[in-house]
Protein backbone atom coordinates (compact mmCIF):
# COMPACT_ATOMS: atom_id res chain seq x y z
CA UNK A 1 0.00 0.00 0.00
CA UNK A 2 1.58 3.36 -0.56
CA UNK A 3 2.80 5.46 2.52
CA UNK A 4 0.59 8.49 2.12
CA UNK A 5 -2.49 5.78 2.04
CA UNK A 6 -1.40 4.27 5.18
CA UNK A 7 -0.81 7.68 7.23
CA UNK A 8 -4.12 8.83 6.15
CA UNK A 9 -6.75 6.09 6.78
CA UNK A 10 -4.67 5.53 10.64
CA UNK A 11 -5.69 9.41 10.98
CA UNK A 12 -8.93 9.15 10.06
CA UNK A 13 -9.83 5.87 11.75
CA UNK A 14 -8.31 7.44 14.75
CA UNK A 15 -10.03 10.75 14.65
CA UNK A 16 -13.56 8.72 13.68
CA UNK A 17 -13.35 6.39 16.91
CA UNK A 18 -12.55 9.86 19.14
CA UNK A 19 -15.35 11.41 17.68
CA UNK A 20 -17.43 8.38 18.11
CA UNK A 21 -16.06 8.37 21.64
CA UNK A 22 -16.75 11.52 22.37
CA UNK A 23 -20.20 11.34 21.26
CA UNK A 24 -21.26 8.38 23.22
CA UNK A 25 -20.77 10.36 26.68
CA UNK A 26 -24.01 11.98 28.09
CA UNK A 27 -21.46 15.37 29.06
CA UNK A 28 -18.69 16.69 26.73
CA UNK A 29 -15.11 16.10 26.89
CA UNK A 30 -14.37 18.68 28.95
CA UNK A 31 -17.01 18.87 31.21
CA UNK A 32 -15.20 18.94 34.85
CA UNK A 33 -17.88 17.17 36.46
CA UNK A 34 -16.89 14.16 38.30
CA UNK A 35 -19.87 12.91 39.54
CA UNK A 36 -18.46 8.99 38.12
CA UNK A 37 -15.46 9.60 40.04
CA UNK A 38 -17.27 10.19 43.15
CA UNK A 39 -18.18 6.51 43.47
CA UNK A 40 -14.65 4.91 45.31
CA UNK A 41 -16.06 7.44 48.25
CA UNK A 42 -18.53 6.47 51.00
CA UNK A 43 -21.49 8.98 51.53
CA UNK A 44 -19.43 11.76 53.63
CA UNK A 45 -16.45 10.68 52.66
CA UNK A 46 -14.82 13.13 50.35
CA UNK A 47 -12.60 15.59 51.91
CA UNK A 48 -11.37 13.30 54.54
CA UNK A 49 -8.12 11.71 53.26
CA UNK A 50 -7.26 7.90 53.49
CA UNK A 51 -2.98 7.32 54.15
CA UNK A 52 -2.72 4.30 55.86
CA UNK A 53 1.22 4.31 55.18
CA UNK A 54 1.72 7.72 57.29
CA UNK A 55 2.14 7.91 60.62
CA UNK A 56 -0.44 9.97 62.54
CA UNK A 57 1.05 13.41 62.45
CA UNK A 58 1.84 13.16 58.71
CA UNK A 59 -1.69 12.17 58.51
CA UNK A 60 -2.67 14.91 60.29
CA UNK A 61 -0.41 17.48 58.59
CA UNK A 62 -1.81 15.97 55.16
CA UNK A 63 -6.18 16.48 56.37
CA UNK A 64 -5.07 20.22 57.00
CA UNK A 65 -3.63 20.45 54.28
CA UNK A 66 -6.41 18.75 52.33
CA UNK A 67 -8.95 21.11 55.05
CA UNK A 68 -7.10 24.32 53.86
CA UNK A 69 -7.12 23.47 49.73
CA UNK A 70 -10.93 22.74 50.26
CA UNK A 71 -11.76 26.00 52.87
CA UNK A 72 -13.65 23.38 54.68
CA UNK A 73 -13.00 20.93 57.24
CA UNK A 74 -14.40 17.36 56.32
CA UNK A 75 -17.59 15.18 57.22
CA UNK A 76 -18.56 12.26 58.58
CA UNK A 77 -18.01 8.92 56.40
CA UNK A 78 -20.94 6.23 55.90
CA UNK A 79 -20.24 3.97 58.67
CA UNK A 80 -22.21 0.87 56.88
CA UNK A 81 -20.27 1.68 53.11
CA UNK A 82 -16.57 2.12 55.65
CA UNK A 83 -17.87 -1.66 57.50
CA UNK A 84 -19.12 -3.11 53.88
CA UNK A 85 -14.76 -1.91 53.06
CA UNK A 86 -13.02 -3.47 55.34
CA UNK A 87 -15.34 -6.44 54.98
CA UNK A 88 -13.45 -6.72 51.03
CA UNK A 89 -10.58 -5.70 52.50
CA UNK A 90 -10.56 -8.70 54.50
CA UNK A 91 -12.15 -11.10 51.74
CA UNK A 92 -8.66 -10.28 49.64
CA UNK A 93 -6.17 -9.84 52.31
CA UNK A 94 -4.65 -13.83 52.38
CA UNK A 95 -4.40 -13.88 48.43
CA UNK A 96 -2.79 -10.11 48.46
CA UNK A 97 -0.69 -11.01 51.36
CA UNK A 98 0.75 -13.69 49.76
CA UNK A 99 1.22 -12.50 45.98
CA UNK A 100 3.07 -9.57 47.62
CA UNK A 101 5.27 -11.90 49.44
CA UNK A 102 6.34 -13.60 46.03
CA UNK A 103 6.64 -10.05 44.52
CA UNK A 104 8.94 -9.22 47.28
CA UNK A 105 11.49 -12.22 46.30
CA UNK A 106 11.25 -11.76 42.68
CA UNK A 107 12.66 -8.06 43.64
CA UNK A 108 14.96 -8.96 44.99
CA UNK A 109 16.10 -12.08 43.11
CA UNK A 110 15.68 -9.58 39.82
CA UNK A 111 17.57 -6.52 41.28
CA UNK A 112 20.31 -9.21 42.22
CA UNK A 113 20.47 -10.53 38.95
CA UNK A 114 20.34 -6.93 36.84
CA UNK A 115 23.21 -4.87 39.48
CA UNK A 116 25.30 -8.23 38.23
CA UNK A 117 24.16 -7.83 34.42
CA UNK A 118 25.24 -4.11 34.73
CA UNK A 119 28.50 -4.43 35.97
CA UNK A 120 29.29 -6.71 33.85
CA UNK A 121 28.97 -4.36 30.70
CA UNK A 122 31.52 -2.58 32.15
CA UNK A 123 33.69 -5.07 33.67
CA UNK A 124 33.41 -8.47 32.05
CA UNK A 125 35.73 -10.77 32.91
CA UNK A 126 34.13 -10.31 36.60
CA UNK A 127 31.93 -13.57 37.77
CA UNK A 128 32.70 -15.94 34.62
CA UNK A 129 33.56 -19.02 36.16
CA UNK A 130 29.70 -19.75 36.00
CA UNK A 131 27.83 -20.52 33.06
CA UNK A 132 24.56 -19.22 34.08
CA UNK A 133 26.53 -15.59 35.62
CA UNK A 134 27.55 -15.00 32.10
CA UNK A 135 25.75 -11.65 30.38
CA UNK A 136 23.76 -13.68 28.50
CA UNK A 137 21.90 -15.95 30.95
CA UNK A 138 22.13 -12.73 33.61
CA UNK A 139 20.63 -10.46 32.27
CA UNK A 140 17.99 -13.02 30.66
CA UNK A 141 17.02 -13.54 34.24
CA UNK A 142 17.30 -10.02 35.26
CA UNK A 143 14.42 -9.45 32.53
CA UNK A 144 12.48 -12.29 33.28
CA UNK A 145 12.29 -11.95 36.85
CA UNK A 146 11.18 -8.59 36.44
CA UNK A 147 8.49 -9.30 33.62
CA UNK A 148 7.21 -12.02 34.96
CA UNK A 149 7.73 -11.93 38.93
CA UNK A 150 7.82 -8.91 40.48
CA UNK A 151 5.67 -7.08 38.35
CA UNK A 152 2.65 -9.49 37.57
CA UNK A 153 3.31 -10.30 41.10
CA UNK A 154 2.69 -6.84 42.79
CA UNK A 155 -0.21 -5.81 39.88
CA UNK A 156 -2.24 -8.67 40.19
CA UNK A 157 -2.45 -8.29 44.17
CA UNK A 158 -3.06 -5.11 43.73
CA UNK A 159 -5.76 -5.49 41.75
CA UNK A 160 -7.38 -8.21 44.10
CA UNK A 161 -7.25 -5.85 46.54
CA UNK A 162 -8.77 -2.56 44.07
CA UNK A 163 -11.58 -4.29 43.15
CA UNK A 164 -13.67 -6.19 45.54
CA UNK A 165 -13.20 -2.23 46.94
CA UNK A 166 -14.73 -1.04 43.77
CA UNK A 167 -17.10 -3.44 43.58
CA UNK A 168 -18.15 -3.07 47.08
CA UNK A 169 -18.32 -6.81 47.38
CA UNK A 170 -15.88 -9.44 49.06
CA UNK A 171 -13.81 -11.26 46.77
CA UNK A 172 -15.39 -14.71 45.38
CA UNK A 173 -12.88 -17.82 44.33
CA UNK A 174 -10.28 -16.54 46.41
CA UNK A 175 -8.99 -20.11 46.34
CA UNK A 176 -8.86 -20.55 42.57
CA UNK A 177 -6.40 -17.39 42.77
CA UNK A 178 -4.38 -18.65 45.25
CA UNK A 179 -3.29 -21.96 43.22
CA UNK A 180 -3.25 -20.06 40.07
CA UNK A 181 0.07 -17.83 41.82
CA UNK A 182 1.12 -20.78 42.87
CA UNK A 183 1.21 -22.62 39.70
CA UNK A 184 2.77 -18.99 38.49
CA UNK A 185 5.72 -18.85 40.93
CA UNK A 186 6.36 -22.69 39.94
CA UNK A 187 6.12 -22.26 36.17
CA UNK A 188 8.49 -18.67 36.52
CA UNK A 189 11.24 -21.11 38.63
CA UNK A 190 11.04 -23.95 36.48
CA UNK A 191 11.71 -21.15 33.67
CA UNK A 192 14.33 -19.35 35.14
CA UNK A 193 15.79 -22.29 35.68
CA UNK A 194 15.86 -23.01 31.96
CA UNK A 195 17.24 -19.93 31.00
CA UNK A 196 20.06 -20.27 33.70
CA UNK A 197 20.80 -23.45 32.15
CA UNK A 198 20.80 -22.29 28.97
CA UNK A 199 17.65 -23.82 27.28
CA UNK A 200 15.83 -20.92 25.93
CA UNK A 201 13.20 -20.17 23.08
CA UNK A 202 15.86 -17.56 22.21
CA UNK A 203 13.47 -14.13 21.92
CA UNK A 204 13.63 -11.18 23.98
CA UNK A 205 10.46 -11.16 26.98
CA UNK A 206 10.20 -14.92 25.06
CA UNK A 207 12.65 -16.88 26.12
CA UNK A 208 11.13 -19.01 28.63
CA UNK A 209 10.48 -22.44 26.83
CA UNK A 210 6.76 -22.90 25.41
CA UNK A 211 6.17 -25.67 27.71
CA UNK A 212 6.75 -24.08 31.19
CA UNK A 213 4.89 -21.12 29.15
CA UNK A 214 1.90 -23.32 28.99
CA UNK A 215 1.71 -22.72 32.68
CA UNK A 216 1.44 -19.41 32.86
CA UNK A 217 -1.43 -20.00 30.62
CA UNK A 218 -2.84 -21.79 32.98
CA UNK A 219 -1.77 -19.97 36.22
CA UNK A 220 -3.04 -16.87 34.44
CA UNK A 221 -6.76 -18.07 33.75
CA UNK A 222 -7.16 -19.17 37.15
CA UNK A 223 -5.91 -16.16 38.89
CA UNK A 224 -8.46 -13.92 36.88
CA UNK A 225 -11.45 -16.10 37.84
CA UNK A 226 -11.81 -14.60 41.19
CA UNK A 227 -11.63 -11.30 39.20
CA UNK A 228 -14.91 -12.38 36.63
CA UNK A 229 -17.12 -14.04 39.60
CA UNK A 230 -16.55 -10.45 41.43
CA UNK A 231 -17.43 -8.69 38.75
CA UNK A 232 -20.45 -10.40 37.88
CA UNK A 233 -22.00 -10.49 41.43
CA UNK A 234 -20.95 -6.89 42.05
CA UNK A 235 -23.03 -4.58 44.28
CA UNK A 236 -22.68 -1.30 42.05
CA UNK A 237 -23.98 -0.33 38.43
CA UNK A 238 -21.33 2.06 37.90
CA UNK A 239 -17.86 0.74 36.62
CA UNK A 240 -15.25 3.07 37.96
CA UNK A 241 -12.31 3.53 35.11
CA UNK A 242 -10.05 1.69 37.51
CA UNK A 243 -11.80 -1.58 37.09
CA UNK A 244 -12.34 -0.93 33.17
CA UNK A 245 -8.06 -1.05 33.02
CA UNK A 246 -7.55 -3.80 35.11
CA UNK A 247 -10.15 -5.43 33.43
CA UNK A 248 -9.03 -5.83 30.24
CA UNK A 249 -5.19 -5.42 30.95
CA UNK A 250 -6.27 -8.99 32.21
CA UNK A 251 -7.74 -10.31 29.14
CA UNK A 252 -5.11 -8.41 26.59
CA UNK A 253 -2.26 -10.23 28.66
CA UNK A 254 -3.62 -14.19 27.81
CA UNK A 255 -3.90 -13.09 24.43
CA UNK A 256 -0.61 -11.52 23.78
CA UNK A 257 1.01 -14.24 25.80
CA UNK A 258 -0.98 -17.44 23.69
CA UNK A 259 -0.46 -15.69 19.99
CA UNK A 260 3.15 -15.20 20.57
CA UNK A 261 4.02 -18.78 22.09
CA UNK A 262 2.45 -20.57 19.73
CA UNK A 263 5.30 -22.97 18.94
CA UNK A 264 5.69 -23.14 15.24
CA UNK A 265 3.39 -20.51 14.44
CA UNK A 266 5.67 -17.33 13.50
CA UNK A 267 9.31 -17.98 11.35
CA UNK A 268 11.62 -15.57 9.98
CA UNK A 269 10.57 -12.06 9.69
CA UNK A 270 7.29 -12.31 10.91
CA UNK A 271 8.52 -13.87 14.36
CA UNK A 272 10.49 -10.76 14.39
CA UNK A 273 7.52 -8.71 14.14
CA UNK A 274 5.53 -10.62 16.46
CA UNK A 275 8.31 -10.28 19.22
CA UNK A 276 8.23 -6.68 18.95
CA UNK A 277 4.13 -7.05 19.09
CA UNK A 278 4.51 -8.98 22.15
CA UNK A 279 7.63 -6.87 23.63
CA UNK A 280 5.97 -3.84 23.37
CA UNK A 281 2.08 -4.45 23.73
CA UNK A 282 2.92 -6.26 27.67
CA UNK A 283 4.16 -3.22 28.83
CA UNK A 284 1.59 -0.86 27.01
CA UNK A 285 -1.63 -3.31 27.45
CA UNK A 286 -0.78 -5.14 30.46
CA UNK A 287 1.20 -3.66 33.50
CA UNK A 288 0.37 -0.01 31.67
CA UNK A 289 -3.53 -0.66 32.43
CA UNK A 290 -2.46 -1.43 35.96
CA UNK A 291 -0.30 0.98 37.02
CA UNK A 292 -2.64 3.45 35.54
CA UNK A 293 -6.10 2.09 37.80
CA UNK A 294 -3.77 2.32 40.87
CA UNK A 295 -3.57 5.49 39.81
CA UNK A 296 -6.72 6.41 39.25
CA UNK A 297 -7.73 4.75 42.84
CA UNK A 298 -5.19 5.67 44.72
CA UNK A 299 -4.44 9.37 44.31
CA UNK A 300 -7.78 10.60 44.98
CA UNK A 301 -7.89 7.92 47.83
CA UNK A 302 -5.46 10.00 49.30
CA UNK A 303 -6.06 13.49 49.03
CA UNK A 304 -9.75 13.02 49.25
CA UNK A 305 -10.67 14.34 46.05
CA UNK A 306 -12.26 12.37 42.95
CA UNK A 307 -10.50 13.14 39.66
CA UNK A 308 -11.24 16.23 38.36
CA UNK A 309 -12.64 15.12 34.70
CA UNK A 310 -13.96 11.32 34.63
CA UNK A 311 -14.62 11.94 30.65
CA UNK A 312 -11.13 12.40 30.61
CA UNK A 313 -10.28 9.14 32.37
CA UNK A 314 -12.09 7.31 29.81
CA UNK A 315 -10.68 9.22 26.78
CA UNK A 316 -7.04 8.07 28.01
CA UNK A 317 -9.09 4.44 28.11
CA UNK A 318 -10.15 4.24 24.53
CA UNK A 319 -7.17 6.31 23.33
CA UNK A 320 -4.61 3.41 24.88
CA UNK A 321 -6.81 0.88 23.90
CA UNK A 322 -7.10 2.34 20.03
CA UNK A 323 -3.81 2.94 19.04
CA UNK A 324 -1.11 1.64 21.30
CA UNK A 325 -1.60 -2.24 19.57
CA UNK A 326 0.88 -1.39 16.50
CA UNK A 327 3.67 0.79 18.22
CA UNK A 328 6.37 -2.23 18.41
CA UNK A 329 6.94 -2.21 15.05
CA UNK A 330 9.33 1.13 15.30
CA UNK A 331 11.95 -1.37 16.86
CA UNK A 332 11.94 -2.84 13.83
CA UNK A 333 13.16 0.71 11.11
CA UNK A 334 15.76 -0.71 8.87
CA UNK A 335 14.93 -4.22 9.09
CA UNK A 336 13.45 -6.35 6.27
CA UNK A 337 9.90 -5.59 6.78
CA UNK A 338 7.52 -3.58 5.19
CA UNK A 339 7.84 -0.09 5.02
CA UNK A 340 4.16 0.38 5.87
CA UNK A 341 3.82 -1.56 9.14
CA UNK A 342 6.85 0.34 10.16
CA UNK A 343 5.33 4.01 9.07
CA UNK A 344 1.63 2.74 10.85
CA UNK A 345 3.54 1.90 13.91
CA UNK A 346 5.09 5.79 14.06
CA UNK A 347 1.32 6.53 13.40
CA UNK A 348 0.37 4.95 16.28
CA UNK A 349 2.97 5.96 18.36
CA UNK A 350 2.43 9.93 17.20
CA UNK A 351 -0.82 9.22 18.20
CA UNK A 352 -0.45 8.04 21.89
CA UNK A 353 0.44 11.43 23.21
CA UNK A 354 -3.29 12.11 22.74
CA UNK A 355 -4.25 9.33 25.75
CA UNK A 356 -1.09 10.32 27.73
CA UNK A 357 -1.93 13.92 27.62
CA UNK A 358 -5.76 13.12 28.42
CA UNK A 359 -4.20 11.67 31.81
CA UNK A 360 -1.71 14.17 32.65
CA UNK A 361 -4.14 17.31 32.48
CA UNK A 362 -6.59 15.02 34.70
CA UNK A 363 -3.42 14.42 37.13
CA UNK A 364 -2.54 18.17 37.24
CA UNK A 365 -5.73 19.07 37.59
CA UNK A 366 -7.00 16.74 40.68
CA UNK A 367 -3.63 17.58 41.99
CA UNK A 368 -4.13 21.61 41.81
CA UNK A 369 -4.11 23.57 44.88
CA UNK A 370 -3.10 20.19 46.54
CA UNK A 371 0.68 19.87 45.54
CA UNK A 372 1.45 19.90 49.52
CA UNK A 373 0.32 16.40 50.07
CA UNK A 374 3.31 15.18 48.45
CA UNK A 375 4.71 16.32 51.72
CA UNK A 376 2.94 14.58 53.68
CA UNK A 377 2.07 11.35 51.97
CA UNK A 378 4.71 8.90 51.31
CA UNK A 379 2.19 6.91 49.16
CA UNK A 380 1.75 10.36 46.92
CA UNK A 381 5.06 10.66 46.24
CA UNK A 382 5.41 7.31 44.61
CA UNK A 383 2.26 7.32 42.81
CA UNK A 384 2.61 10.92 41.47
CA UNK A 385 6.43 10.60 40.50
CA UNK A 386 5.32 7.18 38.58
CA UNK A 387 2.59 9.15 37.07
CA UNK A 388 5.15 11.66 35.71
CA UNK A 389 7.19 9.09 34.15
CA UNK A 390 4.61 7.90 32.46
CA UNK A 391 4.10 11.28 30.85
CA UNK A 392 7.75 11.02 30.12
CA UNK A 393 8.33 8.14 29.08
CA UNK A 394 5.16 7.79 26.59
CA UNK A 395 5.90 11.25 24.91
CA UNK A 396 9.90 9.99 24.27
CA UNK A 397 8.71 7.38 22.98
CA UNK A 398 6.86 8.56 20.58
CA UNK A 399 9.56 10.71 19.40
CA UNK A 400 12.21 8.05 19.39
CA UNK A 401 9.40 6.17 17.09
CA UNK A 402 10.86 8.37 14.36
CA UNK A 403 12.59 7.27 11.84
CA UNK A 404 15.00 10.76 12.40
CA UNK A 405 15.66 10.37 15.83
CA UNK A 406 15.77 6.01 16.05
CA UNK A 407 18.60 6.55 13.53
CA UNK A 408 20.54 7.55 16.41
CA UNK A 409 19.22 5.42 19.52
CA UNK A 410 18.75 2.46 17.60
CA UNK A 411 20.72 -0.28 18.96
CA UNK A 412 22.12 2.02 21.80
CA UNK A 413 21.51 2.02 25.09
CA UNK A 414 18.99 5.00 24.89
CA UNK A 415 16.95 2.53 24.29
CA UNK A 416 17.84 0.54 27.31
CA UNK A 417 16.88 3.98 29.55
CA UNK A 418 13.85 4.79 27.89
CA UNK A 419 12.23 1.19 28.79
CA UNK A 420 13.71 1.51 32.23
CA UNK A 421 11.70 5.14 32.46
CA UNK A 422 8.53 2.77 31.50
CA UNK A 423 9.00 0.00 33.15
CA UNK A 424 10.82 1.39 36.72
CA UNK A 425 9.81 5.22 36.86
CA UNK A 426 6.72 4.68 36.11
CA UNK A 427 5.08 1.01 36.72
CA UNK A 428 7.04 -0.05 39.01
CA UNK A 429 7.24 3.49 42.08
CA UNK A 430 3.60 3.12 41.07
CA UNK A 431 3.16 -0.37 42.50
CA UNK A 432 5.74 0.84 45.55
CA UNK A 433 3.35 3.34 46.22
CA UNK A 434 0.47 1.15 45.95
CA UNK A 435 1.82 -1.75 48.13
CA UNK A 436 2.81 1.03 50.76
CA UNK A 437 -1.36 1.64 51.16
CA UNK A 438 -2.27 -1.54 51.03
CA UNK A 439 -0.06 -3.99 53.40
CA UNK A 440 -1.30 -1.79 56.57
CA UNK A 441 -5.07 -2.79 55.08
CA UNK A 442 -4.48 -6.22 55.12
CA UNK A 443 -2.69 -6.77 58.04
CA UNK A 444 -4.13 -3.96 60.13
CA UNK A 445 -0.74 -3.08 61.24
CA UNK A 446 1.14 0.22 60.71
CA UNK A 447 4.64 0.31 59.04
CA UNK A 448 6.97 0.37 62.21
CA UNK A 449 9.42 2.69 60.55
CA UNK A 450 8.05 5.38 58.73
CA UNK A 451 11.74 7.56 57.57
CA UNK A 452 12.33 3.80 56.18
CA UNK A 453 9.39 5.07 53.69
CA UNK A 454 10.97 8.49 52.79
CA UNK A 455 14.60 6.72 52.89
CA UNK A 456 13.57 3.64 50.18
CA UNK A 457 11.97 6.94 48.12
CA UNK A 458 15.11 8.79 47.71
CA UNK A 459 17.20 6.20 47.34
CA UNK A 460 14.91 4.88 44.19
CA UNK A 461 14.37 8.30 42.82
CA UNK A 462 18.12 9.49 42.90
CA UNK A 463 19.66 5.71 41.96
CA UNK A 464 17.24 6.09 39.08
CA UNK A 465 17.98 9.22 38.38
CA UNK A 466 21.73 8.51 37.76
CA UNK A 467 20.95 5.67 35.95
CA UNK A 468 18.35 7.01 33.51
CA UNK A 469 20.19 10.32 32.79
CA UNK A 470 23.78 8.48 31.90
CA UNK A 471 22.61 5.46 30.05
CA UNK A 472 20.56 8.25 27.89
CA UNK A 473 23.69 10.42 27.54
CA UNK A 474 26.23 7.38 27.24
CA UNK A 475 23.33 6.12 24.50
CA UNK A 476 23.15 9.47 22.16
CA UNK A 477 27.00 9.22 22.12
CA UNK A 478 26.86 5.50 21.14
CA UNK A 479 24.34 6.13 18.07
CA UNK A 480 26.59 9.36 17.03
CA UNK A 481 29.84 7.40 17.00
CA UNK A 482 28.18 4.48 14.97
CA UNK A 483 26.88 6.74 12.40
CA UNK A 484 29.95 8.43 12.07
CA UNK A 485 32.20 6.31 9.48
CA UNK A 486 35.13 7.82 10.34
CA UNK A 487 34.83 6.03 13.44
CA UNK A 488 35.78 2.13 14.25
CA UNK A 489 33.03 -0.06 15.87
CA UNK A 490 35.52 -0.58 19.06
CA UNK A 491 35.24 3.82 19.72
CA UNK A 492 30.90 3.64 20.18
CA UNK A 493 31.74 0.82 22.98
CA UNK A 494 34.45 2.80 24.75
CA UNK A 495 32.63 5.95 24.29
CA UNK A 496 30.19 4.88 26.77
CA UNK A 497 32.19 2.96 29.40
CA UNK A 498 32.21 5.81 31.85
CA UNK A 499 28.47 6.14 31.57
CA UNK A 500 27.60 2.12 32.00
CA UNK A 501 29.95 2.59 35.12
CA UNK A 502 27.97 5.55 36.45
CA UNK A 503 24.60 3.57 35.55
CA UNK A 504 25.60 0.72 37.68
CA UNK A 505 26.25 3.15 40.81
CA UNK A 506 22.98 4.26 40.24
CA UNK A 507 21.57 0.45 39.89
CA UNK A 508 23.75 0.07 43.37
CA UNK A 509 21.64 2.48 45.13
CA UNK A 510 18.40 1.31 43.65
CA UNK A 511 19.08 -2.04 44.83
CA UNK A 512 19.65 -0.72 48.16
CA UNK A 513 16.10 0.86 48.65
CA UNK A 514 15.08 -2.26 47.67
CA UNK A 515 16.17 -4.16 50.03
CA UNK A 516 15.77 -1.64 52.32
CA UNK A 517 11.88 -2.37 50.96
CA UNK A 518 12.16 -5.63 51.69
CA UNK A 519 13.78 -5.16 55.46
CA UNK A 520 10.52 -3.34 55.91
CA UNK A 521 8.03 -5.78 54.57
CA UNK A 522 9.26 -8.38 56.83
CA UNK A 523 9.68 -6.02 59.79
CA UNK A 524 5.85 -4.75 59.21
CA UNK A 525 5.01 -8.92 58.59
CA UNK A 526 6.55 -10.42 61.34
CA UNK A 527 5.33 -7.00 64.21
CA UNK A 528 9.28 -6.23 64.64
CA UNK A 529 9.36 -2.12 65.33
CA UNK A 530 7.59 0.94 67.68
CA UNK A 531 4.58 1.06 65.94
CA UNK A 532 4.03 -2.59 65.24
CA UNK A 533 1.13 -2.46 68.39
CA UNK A 534 -0.45 0.96 66.43
CA UNK A 535 -4.19 0.21 65.45
CA UNK A 536 -4.19 1.19 61.88
CA UNK A 537 -7.25 2.47 60.51
CA UNK A 538 -10.27 0.16 60.38
CA UNK A 539 -8.42 -2.87 62.60
CA UNK A 540 -11.23 -3.17 64.81
CA UNK A 541 -13.27 -3.50 61.28
CA UNK A 542 -10.51 -6.03 59.94
CA UNK A 543 -10.68 -8.52 62.79
CA UNK A 544 -14.36 -8.28 63.23
CA UNK A 545 -14.87 -9.07 59.49
CA UNK A 546 -12.69 -11.29 59.25
CA UNK A 547 -14.29 -12.87 62.69
CA UNK A 548 -17.02 -13.08 60.24
CA UNK A 549 -19.42 -10.53 62.25
CA UNK A 550 -19.59 -7.43 60.13
CA UNK A 551 -22.97 -6.86 61.79
CA UNK A 552 -20.53 -5.89 65.39
CA UNK A 553 -18.25 -4.33 62.67
CA UNK A 554 -21.15 -2.23 61.78
CA UNK A 555 -21.66 -1.44 65.51
CA UNK A 556 -18.13 -0.34 65.97
Known amino acids: MNTVAILLSAFVLSFVALMVFIWSQRKGLFDRSSKGAEVIFAPGEIGRIEEPAGDPSAQARLQGAMDAARHQAAGVADADELAARAEADASTAPLVFFMFCCAMVWLVVASAAGLTSSIKLHEPDWLTQQAWLTFGRIRTVHLNGVAYGWAPMAGLGIAMFIIPRLLKTPLIGARFAFVGAALWNAALIAGLGSVSAGISDGLEWLEIPWQIGLLFGISGALMAL ?8 RRVDHLYVSVWYMACGLFWLPVLYIVAKIPGLHGGVQQAAMNWWFGHNVLGLFYTPLALASIYYFLPKIIGRPIQSYNLSLLGFWGLAFFYGQVGG ?6 PVPEWMITLSIVQSMMMIIPVAAFTVNQYQTLQGRLSALRHSPTLRFIGIGGLMYTASSVQGSFEALRSM ?7 HY ?13 TLVFFGAMYFVMPRITAREWPYPSWISLHFWLVAIGFGIYFVMLTIGGWLQGLAMLDEARNFMESVTVTLP ?3 ARSIGGTLMVAGHLLFALHFAALTLGWGPNRDRPALFKTLFRLETAGSPMKARQA
Request: proline share 3%; net charge neutral.
Open 406 to 412: NAVTHFT
Open 330 to 335: HHLVGG
Open 499 to 501: YLQ
Open 415 to 427: TVAHAHLGMYGFV
Open 226 to 233: PLIFTLVN
